[in-house]
């Protein structure tokens, strides 16, 4: 009995000393991931703090309904309407060509892919995730150069440029969601008689729509940021043009990059001793729009995606 009693004290002592060290290894692991967390917000809130601070004070109506025709050297006027239009016609272009291509194309490495050429198109989606933005911007001025002739500039080739960027994202993004739906679903839809397509569009599509429509937005909030290829191939301009397949057309990015390099400017002649800072001001308000679009595109997608989505009752 004495000797049972001793193994019942050394088992509960061994498990009180296991659980402690549970517990601290818990508390420690927990305090890591928080800190890390705090350490990732610095650099956002930082950079959103900035942005805010010194874009804020010219982020008027005017500014945001004039483009920058006539204005030269450091004269307090213009705005970014032109460069707001051509970025969202520019995106909604590249949103039309690559997520009706990166859709299929997951529907495919997912329902049908199999063999040689599923494993080829992924390895080919892969290499296209890495490529450098500029090499998209010269692909689709070579492939607009061969068919237009050399010079070409246009927002159309701007958007194809983009779209070369988004197609491997939204790939990748919707063959993850579109996995992630119970093999139940299509099994059930086999089942009652529906066609494999049917299923795909009725059942695999509906389900995941909330998953393809974030990563949609992921791929779009890649590229509307993206300079070097616009800069490449839609150019830049002054005045609003609102038709992407004739001449330059500006965007915030590219907008952001030319006033930043104009750098400081002299004031007005009856001013003495003044540096002019208008030109920064410009780019930092450029880039808080920009950023607030972003933030507007993404909550559009999360009301379209909680519209959308299937209803689970309880």
């Known amino acids: 009995m004495a000797v049972v009693q001793d193994t019942k004290l050394a088992v509960e002592l061994s498990s009180a000393g296991t659980s402690a060290g549970r517990r601290w290894a818990d508390r420690a692991m927990t305090g890591l991931v928080v800190l890390a967390f705090l350490i990732a917000l610095i650099p956002l809130v930082s950079v959103s703090w900035t942005v805010i601070v010194r874009g ?21 006027a213009g705005g970014i309407y032109h460069a707001i239009m051509g970025t969202l016609i520019i995106t909604l272009l590249a949103t ?6 990166g859709l299929m194309t997951a529907i495919y490495l997912v329902e049908y892919g199999k063999g040689p050429l599923a494993r080829w198109v992924t390895f080919f989606v892969d290499v296209m995730t890495g490529i450098p933005s500029i090499v998209a911007g010269l692909f689709a001025y070579a492939l607009f150069a061969l068919i237009l002739g050399p010079g070409i500039r246009s927002g159309f080739v701007g958007a194809v440029a983009l779209s070369v960027l988004m197609i491997p994202v939204v790939v990748r993004s919707c063959e993850e969601m579109l996995r992630l739906v119970p093999n139940e679903l299509r099994e059930a839809s086999y089942a ?19 998953g393809i429509t974030t990563g949609v937005m992921l791929s779009i909030a890649r590229v509307i940021g993206e300079t070097a290829p616009l800069l490449l191939v839609a150019g830049q301009t002054d005045s ?6 004739s001449g330059r057309m500006m965007t915030l990015p590219v907008y952001i990059y030319s006033q930043y390099r104009q750098g400081l400017v002299p004031c007005a002649a009856d001013a003495t001793d003044c540096i ?4 920064y001001d410009r780019a930092w308000a450029a880039a808080l729009t920009l950023i607030i679009i972003v933030m507007g595109l993404n909550l559009i997608a999360r ?5 959308f989505s299937p209803k689970t009752g309880k």
């Open 240 to 245: 609003i043009n609102l038709n992407p397949f």
């Open 56 to 76: 804020i004070g010219r982020l008027t109506p005017y500014f945001l309904s004039v483009s920058m025709r006539g204005v030269y050297g450091g004269m307090d």
């Open 192 to 210: 009652l008689g529906v066609p494999k397509w049917l299923t795909v569009v009725r059942i695999v599509l509906r389900t995941a729509i909330a």
């Open 96 to 101: 039309l060509i690559s997520v009706p291509i």
């Open 276 to 279: 002019a800072t208008i030109n």
């Open 303 to 307: 009301l379209i995606s909680r519209l």
